[in-house]
């Protein structure tokens, strides 16, 4: 026990000394009083930079939803790859492609599986050295789930609605 727990101590500074190594994550909130809809969702996140073009990392989410009376929770995992494709100074273009894999658990029904494999764009933003501020703009993929009554989102297409859209900030080790 004590070689794992030192193998993992070790692993953990190798990563981070040689400054390849960011967490943080990612919060949205939407609110639409004439459709009485909120929407909250938060996803912390950790990543490996690869290169200065890729990096992986996963993100765990916590997302509620109210809608005129309907109410429902989810949890998610999402691995990805991004791929940084432009920069101009500070400011990086990317695109997280993975998958995401969870449970949504509406309010007096069973729950149920939702899946997702796609891609969403986004922008980083190097405030300092250290720091950085990250959205995701949309998505582009496959969503669905066990239950089609569970999701509104079953299907493939182009999403670019403010329920895909989330802010964040990342430190860099």
């Given amino acids: 026990m004590k070689r794992i727990l030192l193998t993992a101590v070790v692993a953990l500074l190798t990563l981070s000394a040689s400054a390849q190594v960011y967490i943080g994550g990612a919060a949205g909130f939407w609110r639409n009083p004439s459709d009485n809809t909120t929407q909250f969702k938060v996803a912390p996140e950790v990543g490996y930079c690869l290169s200065n073009k890729w990096a992986v ?69 190097g405030l300092t050295e250290k720091l950085s501020f990250v959205s995701h703009l949309g998505f582009l993929g496959y969503r669905g789930s066990n239950d089609n009554a569970v999701t509104t989102f079953d299907g493939f297409g182009v999403r670019f609605d403010a329920t895909d859209v989330n802010f964040g900030l990342y430190y860099n080790f």
């Fill in 57 to 125: 990392g996963m993100a765990l989410s916590y997302q509620y939803n109210y809608d005129d009376g309907a109410s429902s929770n989810s949890v998610a995992i999402n691995p990805y790859a991004r791929f940084t494709f432009a920069k101009f100074g500070p400011v990086s273009l990317f695109a997280d492609g993975g998958f995401e894999l969870g449970v949504e658990k509406p309010k007096n029904f069973d729950s149920a599986v939702i899946w997702g494999v796609g891609v969403k764009p986004g922008v980083a933003v």
